[in-house]
């Protein structure tokens, strides 16, 4: 049984629930196959399964160290990277043009499932270097393409990016560094960026920063950033890493989890002259950034649902071979005790990880065939229409993974009971690692107000009225199937809940009620999450359905386990929904009236 990923689901999700073959016709994409996309995942499984999971143990217990000047890792680390490299993965979804592969983004991501649940510190510093290469692929000048993206997209510069800020936190419209213009062309850098992961080590033979800055004289707030590309090592004209470009690594943060991906504390131009190379326009640079920004909270989503999704199969492992206690209906303590899969409470842990990690894979890979729609797309109103969705389901396929696979790491830990807290199982490291996900790429709340506060009401509600055209889509399509019904009727009934709910909340906006209409913005997030991935569920019941009582006993199984699931989140997670939504409809203020002092 692989332990990583369930390949079966991973091609069911694909190819019968997405239809990822069909991209091929696609201009883009046409020098491929599905052959070659199975070949490409193949090689993804067994590399993270030979070189990115044995080494994740030890990583995790043996963190990176900053010692005399420099961050010392483990070797395994550079060694399944090079490999990684090697291998054509930092490119898989780069152009031909920049030495890519150009596969479609929705099979890259089915690639990263498998990196992420084997070794998601290890696989950060690609994840982070492909957001950075992609930005300049979109944003940057044809030298710094020729200079930078290229050495980005072979393996041989890794990225990162350079948001926060000691005193900024995630309000960068208070960051302090600054981007001094010179008569040579560039910048001079200074100031200090605080948790940037990846920004030190000698994994690569140099570091590419994307760091937003502020240029002396323009605008107050967001309006006033720039997106500079800051090397570690400046380049020779032959584009060789050259001199230090004195970016200096401060300090080491450790956390919880994530533990083998180095986290610092950087200083930029504190010890000698800091040279940037303004990426696109002045002032337009947490436009430029939000492109990284975006992409990486999909693959913050795509992680969570990595970790949920190995948590759950290593808990089912064990719970499929753990014999312990016996049936309420068996009093006899001389009869053999049954395997714990056996008992219904586990079989409630079980499922409850099952509708989790594959939902919300399911999400992510939706959420990436979008992207690949919406960059094969000539049809401008067809290209509006995939833009609004995608923006719409950024801030759930962000956050909802993060939340709720969390919850589904638990669970995997419960089931192992006492030996689940032990570090001689990993699943107490997923649980760390994925702990760290609602605080990646945006804390959980402020995505809830993203969510509410701009993407529900963004042109008018063009994008809420997008998606709720696709959900009732589905619905349509689930009806004729017998034992669907009863979910698409209630799939329908919440959607409906969920339009009244937010028109409520946009009145109480537009009394100028700003502060109560965003106060319960978090539930709102988790609520409108639970009815998305009841409708992805929706969508794997439609594609399983017909094919549930056909062909071996093995593939029978494996449909009738996702109508069950998709019986289970309906029964004991959609209709959580209703509550949720009176709360919310109500525009309550018991967190905004309470006193400081009360607490």
């Known amino acids: 049984m692989d332990k990583l990923i369930n390949r079966r689901d991973l091609d069911f999700i694909l190819y019968e629930v997405l239809n990822v073959d069909e991209l091929v016709a696609r201009e883009r994409y046409s020098a491929h196959d599905r052959e070659t996309f199975d070949a490409v995942i193949d090689a993804a499984c067994k590399l993270a399964t030979d070189q990115f999971e044995p080494h994740a143990a030890e990583l995790d217990a043996c963190e990176p160290a900053y010692e005399d000047g420099r961050v010392r890792i483990i070797p395994a680390v550079k060694t399944a990277l090079d490999k990684y490299c090697e291998a054509g993965f930092m490119g898989a979804g780069s152009d031909y043009e920049y030495g890519g592969m150009q ?73 302090r560094t600054k981007a001094t213009p010179t008569a040579d062309g560039h910048y001079l850098i200074t100031g200090n960026k605080m948790w940037i992961s990846a920004a030190e080590h000698e994994l690569s033979e140099n570091i590419v920063h994307l760091v937003l800055t502020k240029i002396p004289g323009g605008p107050p707030g967001v309006k006033g950033i720039s997106l500079m590309l800051v090397p570690k090592y400046r380049l020779n004209p032959d584009g060789s890493p050259g001199e230090q470009n004195n970016v200096t690594c401060m300090g080491v943060n450790h956390k919880m989890g994530y ?9 930029f131009g504190e ?3 800091c040279h940037g190379y303004l990426v696109g326009e002045e002032n337009r640079g947490l436009a430029y950034m939000f492109n990284m920004m975006n992409e990486a909270r999909v693959g913050v989503g795509l992680g969570g649902a990595a970790l ?27 009869s053999p005790q049954v395997r714990i899969v056996e008992h219904a409470d586990i079989k409630r842990l079980l499922l409850a990880q099952k509708v989790a990690a594959e939902g919300a894979l399911a999400l992510v890979l939706y959420c990436a065939r979008l992207l690949d729609l919406q960059c ?16 719409l389901l950024t801030p759930i396929v962000k956050s909802w993974p993060g939340e709720f696979c969390l919850e589904a790491n638990k669970h995997a830990i419960q089931i192992l009971g006492g030996a689940g807290y032990t570090t001689d199982y990993p699943v107490e490291r997923f649980y760390r690692d994925n702990r760290l996900n609602p605080i990646h790429e945006g ?9 509410l506060g701009r993407k529900v009401t ?32 209630e799939l329908a009934e919440t959607l409906t809940e969920l339009e009244a709910t937010t028109a409520e909340l946009i009145k109480v ?18 609520t409108f999450g639970h009815i998305v991935i009841a409708w992805i569920w929706l969508m794997q019941a439609i594609a399983a359905a017909p094919k549930a009582d056909a062909g071996s006993t093995a593939e029978q199984n494996f449909y009738r386990g996702k109508l069950h699931a998709c019986r289970y989140f309906y029964r004991y997670e959609l209709n959580k929904v209703p509550e949720r939504l009176s709360l919310l409809s109500q525009a309550d203020d018991t967190c905004v009236s309470m006193n400081e002092a009360w607490f």
């Open 103 to 175: 596969l479609p983004w929705v099979v890259v991501q089915g690639c990263n499932a498998y990196f992420n649940a084997a070794n998601i510190s290890t696989t950060a510093y690609p994840f982070i270097t492909v957001a950075a290469a992609n930005l300049l692929a979109a944003y940057g000048s044809p030298e710094q393409k020729q200079r930078y993206l290229e050495p980005l997209v072979a393996g041989r510069f890794f990225g990162t990016m350079a948001l926060s800020e000691p005193q900024a936190g995630s309000s960068l419209s208070d960051i």
């Open 308 to 334: 949920g999704y190995t948590g759950y199969l290593h808990s089912l492992d064990y719970a499929r071979e753990r014999p312990q206690g016996r049936h309420p209906d068996n009093k006899d303590p001389t």
């Open 271 to 273: 010890q000698g002259e």
């Open 259 to 267: 533990r083998g991906t180095v986290n610092t504390v950087l200083s």
């Open 509 to 526: 906006r537009d009394a100028g009620e700003v502060t109560l209409f965003l106060a319960n913005a978090s539930i709102y997030l988790d």
């Open 376 to 391: 094969t797309e000539s049809d401008p109103a067809e290209l509006t229409r995939l833009g609004l969705l995608l923006d």
């Open 458 to 489: 963004m042109a008018e509600s063009a994008a809420f009225g997008v998606f709720v055209a696709e959900v009732e889509a589905t619905i349509a399509a689930a009806r004729p199937f017998d034992g669907l019904g009863e979910f698409a009727d």
């Open 443 to 451: 804390a959980h709340g402020i995505h809830g107000i993203d969510l």
